[in-house]
């Protein structure tokens, strides 16, 4: 039976960017007529979201004879696909997809206060105002990206959380593996990079009970489909596209929630020492020439790998110290 057709008389005045973006990516081109018929609305109105799709970085063409079309494939996350496509032993006391949110991570970190359930999943499609380390933003186009944050609660104090970025780097790393994305490494202290150029992050914000229980909301960004909006990126930038042929994006996130959940389960048992040897493998640092900068001081030295904690051993001369996530940031020469 051929879906109803909802009417101009009851259909809001403007359709939502989800609604003329979902028709998009279900048809190889549609006119502008064809897109208001089917959304009940004014050509108008699908021309208004689609100049704020392009705005938001979605590449969309305008052919005149066919309409408009996606440049690249879409796939927008579904909540009940990506509950099917997890692993029956992967258990989340929540799964939420949202379109848009302030982050995923501010979403969590809300409703830690209130809700008492572990494992709380949240995904956007839009983040407006997401954010990686030291505040910086983080953006990804409508459908081109990954914003995926899990909240995890823990018995135990903050101090025995130290590491917790680099395990679920290493869960990353692997997750990615397993859906066929090779060549994916971890920069210290919580970035995903690829050729040289960053892949994705993580940020780690803790709350609750210093002494214990406390809990950890687990930011994960990953660029999947770049497109136009690389031009807005101010670093070296990659996306899953660059590495893989059509990476499904249900599969890929899925891949994550499994792989995160028994990653964390573990940390909570060993702590960070179950961790250690894998992130040693997936070291993309070790042995390079880095700049340790803390406030006005510069300090050059050479990566040494990571010690017991997650925290980074630098040699500066003939002698080797430690280096801390949240005290320096790191510059990597080339």
Known sequence: MAEPRPSRS???????ARA??????????????????????????????????REAGVEIQAQAGSGYRLGAPLELLDEAALRH??????????LAVHWQLDSTSSELLRRAEHDPRDLLAC?????????GRRGRRWHTPPGGGIALS????????????????????????????ACGIDGVALKWPNDLVARGAKLGGILVELGGDALGPCHAVIGLGINLRLGAAADMIDQAAIDLAALAPEPSRTRVVAGLLD???????R????????????????DALHGRDVDVVRGAERRHGVARGIDARGALRVAFGGREETVDAGEVSLRVRA
């Open 10 to 16: 009851t259909a809001a005045a403007e359709p939502s």
């Open 20 to 53: 003329v973006l979902a028709e998009l990516g279900a048809h190889r081109a549609m006119s502008g007529s064809a897109l208001a018929e089917r959304l009940g609305v004014s050509r108008a109105a699908v021309w208004k979201q689609v100049e704020r799709l």
């Open 85 to 94: 496509t997890l692993a029956p032993a992967t258990r989340l006391g929540d």
């Open 123 to 131: 995904l956007a499609e839009i983040q407006t105002a997401g954010r």
């Open 150 to 177: 899990l909240l995890k609660r823990f018995d135990a104090g903050m101090a025995s959380l130290a590491g917790l970025s680099l395990a679920v780097g290493v869960a990353a790393v692997d997750a990615l593996a």
């Open 259 to 265: 792989h995160l959940v028994a990653a964390l389960d």
């Open 267 to 282: 940390f909570a048992t060993h702590g960070f020492a179950a961790f250690a040897d894998a992130y040693a493998r997936h």
